[in-house]
């Protein structure tokens, strides 16, 4: 990390001056806590994607030949996300949502996130927009009405609903649409932000690995945290090579230097 402190001290000056930045998370921010990602290319082996095959457990089609498969599949998910805490680099993320808002308005930090985890959320994040759901809410697959997931018995698998239905994590799986209401958040987000960060994702699954360029377009400066390359790291104004849970607090250390205030305790 020592080697990007120049890069670092570059973006913590355009955190300084930004009015509204948008951070975009993947599931490289919750690797330091313990999760599993979905793509490795150092190829350690743990990915997700490199052991369980998505078409068989991240699709409706899949649900429907085999709700049990599923239902456990997701259910394994969540046991792991209970078992372990945000990490440095969520609870800085938690703090610059502070530290700005507080600076300018409300409207001045928005964090899109591709992970379902809710760590976000536990690191201290209060505006999350979850592009691709949440494991922590599950809907009836015949009423839609949704559940959370502490409401839900898992004592059979896969899980009835009650109502005729079966119940279904609230994530989105390929093939299905993404929420209107994260979109339209993000949509919004996007046309006011001048700084836009990309942070822990491989940026390969649409619509999210768009984003960054959507925000370029609309003139915003864009910034890539992430431990290995990407197809945007040659693209972005500034890379920041290395580990979420080092550099976020590094960055957001460093801005609030920069600004010369004071770290604002934790709620
Ligand atoms: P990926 O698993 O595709 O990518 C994780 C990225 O994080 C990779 O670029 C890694 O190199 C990087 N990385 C790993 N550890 C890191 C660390 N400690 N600090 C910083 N970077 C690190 O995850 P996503 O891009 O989030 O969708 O995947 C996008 C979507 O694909 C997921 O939301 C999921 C998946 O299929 C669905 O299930 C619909």
């Known amino acids: 990390m020592a080697d990007c402190a120049g890069e ?3 973006v913590a000056r355009w955190l300084c001056e930004a009015k509204s930045v948008v951070v975009l998370t993947g599931a490289g921010v919750s690797a330091e806590s313990g999760l599993a990602t979905f793509r490795d290319p ?11 095959d998505p078409m068989e457990l991240a699709t409706i089609g899949a649900f429907e030949r085999d709700p049990e498969l599923v239902t456990r599949w997701y259910h394994w998910r969540f046991t792991k996300c209970a078992e372990v805490e945000p990490n440095p680099g969520h609870h800085a993320l938690g703090e610059l949502e502070r530290w700005l808002t507080q600076r300018r308005s409300p409207e001045a930090f928005t964090l899109v996130t591709q992970n379902i985890d809710g760590l976000h959320q536990r690191g201290g994040s209060r505006r999350v927009v979850e592009l691709h759901g949440t494991i922590h809410t599950w ?13 839900v018995s898992f004592d059979r698998f896969p899980v009835a609903s009650g109502h005729g239905g079966m119940m279904r994590p609230c994530v989105v799986w390929f093939g299905e649409a993404l ?12 046309e006011r932000c001048d700084l836009f960060l990309s942070v822990g994702t491989s940026s390969t699954v649409q ?7 959507v ?14 390359a990407t197809p945007i790291t040659d693209h972005v104004d500034a890379a920041l090579p290395g580990v979420s849970g080092e550099i976020l607090p590094a960055l957001v250390r460093r801005t609030k230097e920069l600004a010369g205030t004071p770290p604002i305790a934790d709620t």
Do not use: F, M
């Not at 150092?42 to 369980?52: I, T």
């Not at 809907?139 to 409401?151: F, Y």
């Open 8 to 10: 670092i001290d570059r």
């Open 42 to 52: 150092s190829e350690h082996g743990d990915a997700l994607w490199s052991k369980y």
């Open 179 to 190: 929420p209107e209401e994260a979109l339209a958040l993000t949509d919004a987000a996007l």
């Open 207 to 213: 619509p999210a690995a768009s984003l960054v360029e």
């Open 139 to 151: 809907r009836c697959t015949k009423t839609g009405r949704e559940r959370p997931l502490a409401d």
């Open 215 to 228: 925000a370029r377009q609309r003139g915003a400066k864009t910034v890539e945290i992430n431990r290995d």
